[in-house]
């Protein structure tokens, strides 16, 4: 179910960036959409990892150089059945952590100094499940995706605007005139964003679940969650203010900036994800406990 609701986001996402395009110029803005949104999504599918791991300045490490750390992820990537990622650590004192790339081979995931300087073992362990819960659903090329779509929605919306403020536009293209471009700048940006957002949050849910069947310990994450959460708050991590595009890509929201009731964040309540972690307890299996390390 939550596969198919991010389906139908997406393509919900996909049709507000050609309604975008139509806005601007008829069919012909149309298809000039769709090859942007092409173009896009493929410079995306096969750089966002490099990207997003060069922009946080994210250093890969090893069994040499962080043990302990490589030790949890490979155990745990044994229990997901997936092929051990790249791992990586970013100097930073907000604990948080986020996974990349666009499939399970070419995966890489990153914990911030913080957060392994913050956390136990086991709640390391329960946050790295949840990173790779994100990889095994393909979840990090979901939201590459919906981002790139987001992204190039609001060039667009900039462009038409600018071009309707300054550039001496006459609207002919344009099948609403004047109220298309407001339509274009304003509205259509405010919808992608909404949708995005629920993509991010449906997401994160349905990847809450399978980390508490990776790790097996689904309290595990909710003490990391909490601690946390109550962190990220008060401990800035100044790249992430400077691109929040990024911030879904994290196990929680970096940014300062609280919405009311959730409405534009893409992360989940973090009330709500700990208390179904709680409610898990007993669902996973004590007959065959699985450790996440060796």
Not at 50 to 67: C, F, N, R, T, W
Not at 81 to 97: F, G, H, K, S, T
Request: some cysteine; overall charge negative.
């Amino acid at each position: 179910m939550n596969m198919f609701r991010t389906s139908i986001l997406i393509a919900g996402m996909t049709s507000v960036f050609l309604f975008c395009g139509f806005l601007v110029g008829c069919e012909g803005g149309m298809i000039i959409a769709l090859l942007i949104a092409i173009a896009m999504n493929g410079f995306a599918y096969w750089n966002a990892d490099k990207v997003i791991l060069q922009m946080y300045a994210a250093k890969e490490v090893d069994h040499g150089s962080a043990p302990a750390y490589n030790g949890i992820v490979e155990q745990l990537a044994i229990n997901a059945e997936l092929p051990m990622p790249r791992v990586y650590i970013v100097e930073n004192d907000q604990p948080n952590a986020f996974a990349t790339g666009r499939n399970p081979e070419t995966a890489a995931i990153a914990a911030t100094t913080g957060l392994l300087a913050r956390l136990g073992s086991e709640e390391i362990a329960g946050v790295m499940a949840h990173e790779l819960a994100h990889v095994k659903d393909r979840d990090t090329l979901t939201m590459t995706i919906t981002a790139t779509i987001a992204g190039a929605i609001l060039m667009i919306a900039n462009m038409t605007l600018f071009a309707g403020m300054f550039g001496g536009h006459d609207n002919r293209d344009n099948p609403l005139g004047g109220l298309g471009t407001i339509l274009v700048a304003l509205l259509v940006p405010f919808a992608a964003m909404l949708v995005q957002m629920a993509i991010s949050r449906t997401r994160e849910y349905s990847t809450d679940r399978l980390d508490a069947e990776i790790c097996g310990r689904p309290l595990w994450l909710a003490s990391a969650l909490e601690k946390l959460d109550s962190s990220s708050k008060i401990i800035d991590n100044d790249t992430a203010e400077q691109n929040p595009a990024t911030d879904h890509r994290f196990i929680v929201n970096p940014l300062h900036v609280q919405s009311i009731d959730g409405l534009f964040s893409t992360h989940p309540q973090m009330a709500d994800r700990i208390m179904r972690f709680r409610e898990m307890v007993g669902e996973t299996s004590p007959s065959t406990p699985r450790q996440p390390w060796g």
